[in-house]
């Protein structure tokens, strides 16, 4: 990929820390990379099985509540914050215009480095749930740990898998914006299931996912800037940590009631369709009768 050639976004900065205080007024959607160090620790850890479990069915955070941290501007110089700061801008190029069509008007989430901890107003987040997206105050949150990960663990380098990693919880963002999210609650509210295969949390991780593959295909379109194997890269990563894949792996049994974020076809099939049609219309998770 070469993602030299997109535009650096103004709206990265890095935490430096938080206050005491309880909040916790909305979720932490967890996506790609959350999922995975989330059953990484439950695979090594067996004791954390139930808070990890509990987390990837919409539990909340992992770290005790704690006020929005403080951020400050990020050091530039280096290549990941660079790497983080082109991806960022690409997705508000796409999304700015692609609201535009629609009669809309986007608004740039702010995305926040951390290291080990962070406050958010979704309460506290420890670095184990990987990158995330909160509602509460419209940021998506990256320790950038979770690269080096991914690079280790799973000799994953590619660097669109990194970029899809981003672009998902920026698609939580667009459907914060498009008043999914608010959607969602209320069906919750009217008693609609929450967890399971066909459950509300699996058709909004869906969603993100189709929503990442629309970025792909409109950067692509704008930048021309991914190489061959770079998208089969990115569908690898996705196969990897569907909810049946990760289940297996953490307790021997896949149980579809547990379901949070789609099987592993259903999320390369979710990115695939947003890829290959480069619109959300088609990414209607919520209306789809067959996942």
């Not at 916790?24 to 808070?51: D, K, M, Q, V, W």
């Not at 999914?180 to 509300?200: F, S, T, V, W, Y």
């Not at 969603?207 to 593959?213: E, K, L, N, R």
Request: charged letters at 20%; one cysteine or more; proline letters at 4%.
């Amino acid at each position: 990929m070469l993602w030299q050639k997109g535009r650096s976004s103004d709206n990265v900065e890095e935490a430096t820390g938080g206050g005491g205080g309880g909040f916790g007024i909305g979720p932490i959607h967890l996506g790609l990379g959350g999922t995975i160090i989330a059953i990484i620790i439950a695979i090594i850890f067996p004791s954390t099985r139930g808070i990890i479990f509990g987390l990837l069915s919409g539990g909340g955070s992992m770290a005790p509540s704690s006020a929005p941290s403080q951020t400050t501007q990020v050091d530039r110089s280096d290549p990941q914050v660079q790497f983080v700061s082109k991806i960022l801008g690409s997705t508000e190029d796409v999304w700015t215009g692609y609201f535009q069509q629609m009669g809309k008007q986007y608004v740039d989430p702010r995305l926040v480095l951390f290291h080990g901890q962070v406050g958010t107003a979704c309460g506290g987040a420890s670095a184990a749930v990987g990158p995330f997206y909160c509602p509460g105050d419209k940021r998506v949150y990256l320790d950038l740990d979770f690269f080096r990960e991914l690079a280790t663990r799973f000799r994953s380098d590619s660097d669109f898998a990194r970029a899809y990693v981003i672009a998902h919880e920026v698609g939580h963002h667009v459907q914060d914006q498009l008043g999914i999210m608010d959607m969602e609650r209320q069906l919750a509210q009217r008693g609609a299931p929450m967890k399971g295969a066909d459950g509300l949390s699996v058709r909004l991780e869906l969603q993100a996912d189709c929503f990442a593959g629309v970025w792909a295909n409109r950067s692509q379109q704008q930048l021309q800037w991914l190489q061959p194997g770079d998208v089969e890269g990115a569908l690898n990563a996705a196969s990897q940590i569907g909810d049946d894949t990760l289940e297996r792996e953490a307790q021997g049994t896949v149980v579809p009631d547990s379901f949070t974020h789609g099987t592993s076809a259903q999320r390369v099939k979710w990115f695939k369709t947003g890829f290959q049609s480069g619109d959300i219309n088609a990414c209607d998770t919520f209306r789809a009768q067959a996942l």
